[in-house]
């Protein structure tokens, strides 16, 4: 992520499930690219009834009232031949990917008035090869040279080395929109050495939203005697906004309403959804994802012969799943901060000990981290 003149600007892209973002190095920092007011592009893409193609927030918008020609969460296809149908035309996940990567180099070049060819892209750490190449493949149809692809952990504790001198173990535990992953990393200097990683590149939010729609629908079937899941597909859309944001707000609210007004019309009479979900309630619901990545957690942290000291949880979701299942780790006092402009993830210290699994470490570039580095004690999981 580097501008080495203005004739050559390299990006670093967070390709994300529910958002992306593009960075650059701009003078001696990293900075977030994009309009004034936004620098988080929501990863939809859709083709409105005219026929005008919507990237970011307007596609999220539409999602709303026609879900048939809007797409999300695509990344969860990445590497798989599955097409996906946009009003009338069909794309491949590497194209509607694509889409997203064209709207942030745009974002990126108004905003640093050069022309944008090269980026990295970061990953999941448990991406197989076939999402790694599909996503190298999306770069390059959006007219980008992709000169490295970087697992995200490595990204995230490379960027919070850059804010926090001295050498240092920490916990990396990034909870996405729909992929996990948990790393144990060292950081001096330039230098990142990945100590262990496990994840599951299936696992995120969406599920969570999942969980908490089947409870609405549930809800929805038992009242009215309607299954939204058949044939009410902007119903069933709305239903996935106002579970997306319930969601949110008991990350935050002890009880939250779902309320939607006229849902599906049946035999000219608005039938309503209205239905309050306790976070107590939730937090059952979602115990057994946040307990599976808790379970990552131990075994990064056993493979890196490291156990966990204090967490540096800013985000609110984050702070959920410690919640959720307090009893399984120490809650620290670190202070609360985010190392790349927003907080996907958190950050516990481990206390040094003198054994670990063996590892190699890589020496990074002064500006332009290429950290190819993988986890030997990792074992991949992923379905
Ligand atoms: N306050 C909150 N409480 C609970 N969940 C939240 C909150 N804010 C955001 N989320 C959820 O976080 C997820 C998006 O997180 P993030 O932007 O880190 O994902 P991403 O980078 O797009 O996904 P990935 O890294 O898996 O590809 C969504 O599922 C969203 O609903
Ligand atoms: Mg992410």
Redesign the pocket.
Known sequence: MTMSDASECIVGI?L????SEIAAFVGDRVRVLGPADRKILP?CVGLSPQGELLVGEPARHQMLVYPDRTVRSI?RKMGTDEKVALGDRTLSPQEVSSLILRELVEWARRQLQCPIQKAVITV?AYFSDAQRNATREAGVLAGLEVVRILN?PTAASLAYGTDHAGRQTVLVY?L????FDVSIVTLEGDVTEVLASHGNNHL???DF?QLLMDRLLMQFKTTHGVDLREGHRVAYSRLWWAA?EA??RL?SEQYVKVREESLVVVDGRPLHLDVEVARADYEEMIRPLVESTLDSVSRALADAGKRAEGSDAGS??VK?CIRTCAWRWERGCSPPGSPGGRS?GCWWTCPPTRSGPRTWRRRTGSRIHTATIRSSGATRRSR
């Open positions: 967070d994300g499930t529910t958002n990863s990344k999941p995200e990034d996405g929109g729909g992929t995120g939010g969406d939203d997306e969601k949110r990350s609110p979701r959920t996907s």
